[in-house]
């Protein structure tokens, strides 16, 4: 199958090229390098303008790329397939693939200030972005030859999502939309750099001992979505209840973000000079070296999110050794044991602070154990596992469509 790939010609457009899909395009380029690969990205800023308009910025700015005689498109769900393919009619004779990092639908509702040019993949504005956003991806997911999810959740959460807003339109809303694009859809995982499960032996084994601080990663963005009031909650509870922890804040931030996290960088700050413990690293370690040694140093990974359609950063925690405290909700049941999830269900926000606070006490005394109990084994999600899934749905966007040309 890999050597039917070789000397194929892939045009890959990431319109809006945030670190996940960064993550991935790169990760999916050099998992075949016998694909000639072109790619075109936009950088993460400006999102309404951004999904809007790319199909303007790529058709009237590399127009000699977008018709150089490739075998198919591959394209992340932020990218107006369809009016590319108007305005670059060379592109609608090719097979196309659309690969759903996200959806439009799934987002929890902005409940503070946006962060304008941040890489939130929620529309600025009223509800008419939205809808824009969500449609803009409907139509681009039609015109595929087949449609690629990270996880079952964003496919689930897609479907209904979508479902709703035909619901809503006035008329002439054709009937089997969604049923045709429930066919040509399936679920395949952001494939995970290789490297990721040489790069330490310490994970499995390594304990800590009672009197140590427990070291907690949290490495989210830091904008609402990630639930920077639960994880203020959380802080204050591990407080008040005299746990000795440590708090890596990692992840990537902007020019504003949401007052939880001043109300947690003060907290902590007395938490740390009341039991002596030195501070947390809190910063974005732009360095993926650096980065990645922390988190193989680390004990817990927690994640907080309000959403998340796979979880790549707990993921890639996970991997590196930290023992993952998530929501039992979301993409995190595809991957993680109930051993490692905390209740959300019908819970009041005290009452999932409290569930969470009790699983990371749990988790903590489990690596100061005589048997540290290891992290997930998620070498399914490595790149060598996925090669030929990953393969086998190239090959098969280009078979699908030449088939559909025949009939």
């Known amino acids: 199958m890999l050597s039917s790939l070789a000397g194929k010609r892939i045009l890959l457009l990431s319109a809006y090229d945030a670190y996940s899909h960064q993550l991935w395009r790169t990760t999916l380029v050099d998992m075949f ?32 790329q977008l018709t150089d005689n490739y075998d198919m498109v591959l394209a992340t769900s932020l990218t107006d397939l369809t009016a590319l393919r108007g305005f670059v009619p060379e592109l ?18 902005n409940r503070g200030p946006q962060n304008r040019g941040s890489e939130s993949q929620r529309p600025e504005g009223d509800g008419v972005a939205r809808v824009q956003a969500q449609l803009t991806s409907l139509y681009t997911a039609l015109c595929a030859d087949q449609v690629l999810f990270n996880s079952d959740w964003n496919r689930r959460s897609f479907f209904t999502g979508a479902g709703q807003l035909l619901a809503k339109l006035p008329d002439h809303v054709p009937g089997n939309l969604l049923a045709e694009l429930q066919n040509k859809s399936h679920v395949l995982a952001v494939p995970l750099a ?70 947690i960088r003060r907290r902590l700050q007395q938490h740390y000079q009341d039991h002596d413990i030195s501070p947390g690293v809190d910063e974005w370690l732009s ?62 926000h005290g009452g999932i602070a409290l569930s969470a606070v009790k699983l990371i006490e749990r988790l903590a005394a489990e690596r100061a154990s005589d048997l540290p109990v290891p992290p997930p084994d998620l070498q399914d999600l490595s790149a060598s596992a996925l090669r030929p899934a990953w393969a086998s749905a190239l090959l098969g966007t280009i078979k699908r469509h030449k088939h559909k040309n025949s009939k």
């Open 194 to 263: 290789d490297q990721l499960f040489r790069a330490t032996q310490r994970t499995a084994q390594r304990a800590r001992t009672a009197e140590e601080p427990v070291n907690i990663v949290w490495n989210h963005r830091h904008e609402y979505d990630k639930g920077p009031a639960l994880l203020l909650s959380i802080v204050n509870r591990l407080c008040d209840r005299g746990v000795a922890f440590r708090l890596h804040l990692l992840g990537q931030r902007f020019r504003s973000s949401p007052t939880e996290f001043d109300s």
């Open 92 to 109: 609608a004779q090719l097979p196309a693939m659309v690969y759903f990092h996200e959806n439009q639908f799934a987002y929890p509702e």
């Open 33 to 64: 390098p016998q694909i000639d690969w072109t790619v075109l990205s936009l950088p993460p800023r400006y999102f309404a303008w951004r999904v809007r308009g790319n199909s303007l910025s790529w058709a009237f700015n590399h127009r000699d």
């Open 287 to 348: 360095d993926r070296q650096t980065y990645q040694a922390l988190l193989a140093q680390s004990d817990i990974v927690l994640s907080t999110a309000e959403h998340d359609f796979q979880g790549l950063s707990v993921l890639e925690a996970s991997i590196l050794g930290c023992l993952p405290a998530v929501p039992d909700a979301l993409a995190y049941p595809e991957y993680f044991a109930s051993h490692f999830r905390y209740e959300v269900g019908e819970l009041d």
